[in-house]
């Protein structure tokens, strides 16, 4: 299927929803609870419970459990077809509902914080037919079921997702554009980090790899080695219950002519894999296209050395992509490219659509190529050179 320019309009231009008013928030947890109620029905139980924090940012379309150590001791949800519940410590009960919950119909359900929640959970299914999306004493699992469903975004959801993409494009171009020859990665990942937390956005992975470091590590963090000629930075965030992720790169004076050899043909497979992300696409094919892309590079082992997309949302990885994967490419679905090539990276995420891709990362003030594919122009970010 061919695609147009207008497939990859950046962010900005779509219609946006109010994150900050509780009614698209509200309407949008009130959807959930019908779709909740219609699982039960297909597996005739009387309740949900639910376990999995990812899960729980899903269906409190973004509620998150801060600064809460202990897996066993984590907020959980209960779920009838009519009704919902939350599941608490006495120590964050307050908290919880007035950061995250507040006005989305949810009850409280309490445990002493020093009884751990085991025993609640206990009570709640006594003597009903209980669903899980974790295992659980004799609840019947139904995690598969429930992924699946908050793999599609919903129209909250996908505006809360653009509003996301561009706090962390924004980050990784404004740090970009405003590092110094002499700092250390480390120096840097701290006003990336800066950047992300200061907008509310917490990130969940930074990689800030000087100089060629990436040629050794493609999926790697930061040192205290300092930045000489040029940096990589790769960062994922997460907010609003949502994990996004996107790469720039940056060189003090023109590049060397190896990294913009590796960085041309990045780009040029990360375009490939966009132009095959449609509804009902599959995987493998994508990346197949991509392989050979690599091959008439020079960098036919390339692939092999780094993973090159996944499906994300909720989860950081909801499900990674490889030459085996046999899930289609749905409507509605987030997905992140990242091609690499030696020490570049191409990476950005897109929204999948029946239009075609849309980025959720789009560039701000940032050097563009234009590569052309099939008669379609993909644009993706080239090296800021400073």
């Known amino acids: ?30 959807a959930k609870q019908a779709l909740v109620a219609a699982v039960l029905r297909d597996v005739s139980c009387d309740g949900l419970l639910v376990l999995n924090q990812d899960n729980l940012a899903w269906l409190t379309s973004g509620g998150v459990a801060r600064g809460v150590l202990d897996p066993n001791s984590v907020p959980a949800l209960y779920f009838t077809a009519e009704s919902r519940w939350a599941l608490c410590a006495n120590v964050d009960s307050q908290r919880l509902f ?7 119909g949810f009850q409280l359900k309490e445990w002493p914080w020093h009884w751990g929640r085991a025993q609640l959970l206990t009570d709640l299914c006594q003597g009903r037919s209980v669903a899980s999306d974790e295992p659980f004493s004799t609840c019947r699992p139904v995690g598969d079921i429930l992924w699946r469903k908050r793999c599609s975004l919903t129209e909250y959801e996908k505006a809360c997702y653009r509003a996301l993409g561009q706090v962390l494009s924004h980050a990784l171009e404004a740090t970009a554009r405003t590092l110094s020859q002499g700092e250390t990665e480390r120096e840097v990942a701290g006003q990336l980090a800066h950047r992300l937390l200061h907008r ?18 493609r999926q790697g963090s930061f040192t205290a080695m300092p930045i000489k000629n040029c940096c990589l930075l790769v960062a994922a965030a997460k907010k609003y219950g949502l994990c996004v992720m996107a790469s720039r790169a940056v ?57 090159q997309g996944h499906v994300t949302g909720r989860a950081a990885v909801e499900l990674l992509i490889t030459p085996q994967t046999e899930d289609l490419l749905q409507n509605g679905w987030a ?16 929204l ?4 075609g891709p849309r980025t959720l990362t789009p560039h701000e003030n940032w050097p563009l190529k ?17």
């Not at 990130?203 to 990436?214: E, F, K, V």
Request: with cysteine.
């Open 1 to 30: 299927m061919a695609v147009t320019q207008e497939t990859l309009a950046p962010a900005s231009s779509l219609p946006e929803l109010s994150l900050t008013g509780p009614l698209d928030r509200r309407s949008d947890v009130d």
């Open 98 to 104: 007035d950061e995250e919950l507040d006005g989305l």
């Open 200 to 217: 509310g956005a917490y990130p969940t992975m930074l990689m800030i790899a000087a100089d060629g470091r990436s040629r050794q590590y």
């Open 251 to 307: 060189c003090f004076g023109p590049p060397d002519a190896e990294l913009k050899k590796e960085h041309d043909a990045a780009c040029r497979v990360s375009a490939t894999y966009i132009a095959g992300s449609w509804p009902d696409s599959m995987p493998r094919q994508v990346l197949n296209t991509g392989r050979r892309v690599y091959q008439v590079s020079d960098f036919e082992h390339e692939w092999q050395n780094a993973p």
């Open 335 to 350: 997905v992140t490219w990242n091609a690499t090539v030696g020490a570049a990276s191409s990476c950005d995420t897109f």
């Open 352 to 355: 999948i659509t029946d239009e």
């Open 370 to 386: 234009r590569i052309r594919i099939q008669g379609a122009d993909f644009v993706r970010p080239d090296i800021l050179v400073r």
